[in-house]
């Protein structure tokens, strides 16, 4: 039977342009298959490596400064700049590199059962992740930043916990809880310390410490910059989620950018449904 196909129809303007068009990602005439991701068009198209890049250089990410949609009242960081250029001393990892450590990882969780697995993948890279945080250190180095980028897109709970250890209020969620996190998931305990660090800043007036913000974005940043397309799913949603919690105006965008590459990102998915409904933490006026 032949496959139907529809018009993709952008998620920003409602145009017709969709992933076809002139970007020629999507069939003839802007045409997707039926059940493809309804995306950005042409004129709101996902960032690539060189507009993330130039973002970072103008201290994006940095202000928590307006809601989607208001004008982006960006306050500089501290060296933007530098940090530009250093984005551009990272090399890209190579498809072999990233399918090597993926399948390493994988084939640890059937060995040795998800717990153990997952644990002993994130140890160092979350140490190392931490100390960064804490020392306002973007420079995460590859050893650290590969594992990381390959264990938030294929398992989720290293994605939450590094999302946690962001926006808790430092001192309510330890390392030691962190990698909770990281190995039992849905163990009650865990569970009730997520859902009460989340719900205790989404109502908290002052927000997330904007520098420890800053430095994750920057860290996930690098990520986005050097992992093939389809391993920067996750690092660009979590940048659009704590674009979202820090009112930053172009969150939107972020979410739009990873879910240009899977359509299926539900943490993204949540950030764009949250932007467009006005729905924003009580630090940025929610």
């Not at 290293?158 to 209020?169: G, K, P, Q, T």
């Amino acid at each position: 039977m032949k496959e139907r196909m529809e018009t993709a129809r952008c998620m920003v303007c409602g145009c017709d342009d969709g992933l076809g068009g002139a970007n020629g990602l999507g069939g003839a005439n802007g045409t997707r298959r039926s059940g493809g991701r309804v995306t950005a068009c042409g004129a709101h198209d996902a960032r690539g490596a060189h507009d993330l890049r130039d973002d970072f250089a103008c201290g994006y990410g940095a202000c928590g400064g307006g809601h989607a949609g208001e004008t982006h009242g960006c306050a500089h960081d501290d060296d933007p700049v530098a940090f530009a250029e250093f984005l551009d001393t990272l090399e890209p990892v190579g498809e072999s590199v990233a399918d090597d450590l993926l399948n390493r990882l994988r084939e640890d969780r059937r060995r040795y059962g998800p717990r153990r697995a997952d644990g002993e993948w994130m140890e160092e890279p979350m140490r190392v992740w931490l100390d960064c945080l804490d020392k306002g250190n973007s420079e995460l180095g590859m050893k650290a930043m590969l594992p990381l980028a390959v264990g938030i897109n294929e398992v989720l709970s290293m994605r939450d916990a590094l999302i946690i250890s962001v926006i808790a209020e430092q001192g309510t969620c330890d390392r030691d809880m962190l990698m909770d996190i990281v190995r039992t998931p849905h163990a009650k305990q865990v569970v009730t310390v997520v859902h009460k660090v989340l719900s205790e800043a989404f109502d908290d007036r002052d927000g997330p410490d904007r520098d420890r913000c800053r430095t994750a974005l920057r860290m996930l940043a690098s990520m986005a910059r050097v992992m093939p397309e389809r391993m920067r799913v996750q690092p660009l949603a979590v940048i659009s989620y704590v674009m979202w919690w820090t009112g930053d105006c172009r969150a939107e965008d972020y979410a739009l950018s990873s879910l240009s590459i899977d359509g299926d990102c539900s943490l993204a998915a949540i950030v764009l449904k949250s932007v467009r409904n006005g729905m924003h933490p009580a630090c940025c006026g929610g």
